[in-house]
């Protein structure tokens, strides 16, 4: 069975912080240790502050220059709203930038690289503090051809980002052709339910995920869809 823990008591994140051990410390204070082969759901938010992507906005010009300067292709543009793709892969709304939960005047970009943000979430967390875990870095997504958000993977560590099931058999034995599970994807989304978009609960705990999903990956590289096998580029 798995369980969905939200973890509280976070202080509010400053760059330079470090977010394991303030993990590990509100874990303790919480009582809710962390166990082997729990996965960390951690938001983007926090990672971004922690590794100080802050920058200054002008609120005269908005957030349009900072989309341009972190995308690398601009798909559609609507009033204040710009789909782009980031210098990451990801097409998102605004190229990821959040104005939300940061000090006035200053807007969150994405962090450099969220699989290198997990992993050192994660090695930080076995070697200082003895316990083996995986960590996903989450963010909120728009989707097309569907109204609300949802939240996803865009880093990930101790985790296969695909459950490749193609050649296994469903529950009537007809072989599966083109299943890929994005597991990384369904954990964020399920931890979301229990952290909330106002709640000031940047991490959660999932508790009880198959073990046949640890290994070796990350989003960037594994859940990214290339070029060549998109049907919209």
Do not use: Y
């Not at 993990?23 to 960390?40: F, K």
């Not at 220059?65 to 972190?70: G, H």
């Not at 939960?101 to 994405?110: H, I, T």
């Not at 695909?162 to 034995?173: K, M, P, S, W």
């Amino acid at each position: 069975m798995i369980s969905l823990l939200p973890l509280p008591g976070l202080p509010e994140i400053k760059p330079g912080d470090d977010l394991a051990g303030l993990i590990a410390a509100a874990c303790q204070s919480a009582e809710i240790p962390l166990v082997d082969g729990d996965v960390l759901v951690v938001t983007q938010k926090i990672v971004s502050k922690a590794e100080n992507r802050l920058v200054p906005i002008d609120p005269t010009v908005g957030h349009k220059p900072l989309v341009e300067q972190e995308s690398v292709r601009i798909l559609r543009r609507r009033g204040d709203l710009i789909i782009s793709e980031t210098k990451h892969g990801f097409v998102c709304a605004n190229a990821g930038i959040d104005l939300s939960n940061v000090a006035e005047g200053q807007a969150a970009l994405l962090p450099v690289d969220s699989d290198r943000s997990a992993r050192r979430i994660q090695a930080a967390l076995e070697h200082k503090h003895g316990v083996k875990v995986a960590v996903i870095v989450s963010d909120t997504f728009g989707r097309p051809w569907r109204r609300g958000v949802t939240d996803v993977a865009i880093g990930s560590a101790g985790l296969r980002p695909v459950v490749d099931l193609r050649g296994t058999n469903d529950a009537l034995g007809r072989e599966l052709q083109v299943t890929e599970v994005a597991v990384v994807d369904e954990i964020a989304a399920a931890a979301e339910l229990v952290m909330g978009k106002a709640e000031a609960i940047p991490v959660a705990i999932v508790r009880g995920v198959d073990p046949s999903w640890f290994g070796e990956g990350n989003v960037h590289e594994d859940l990214v869809r290339r070029p060549d096998e998109d049907l919209f580029r």
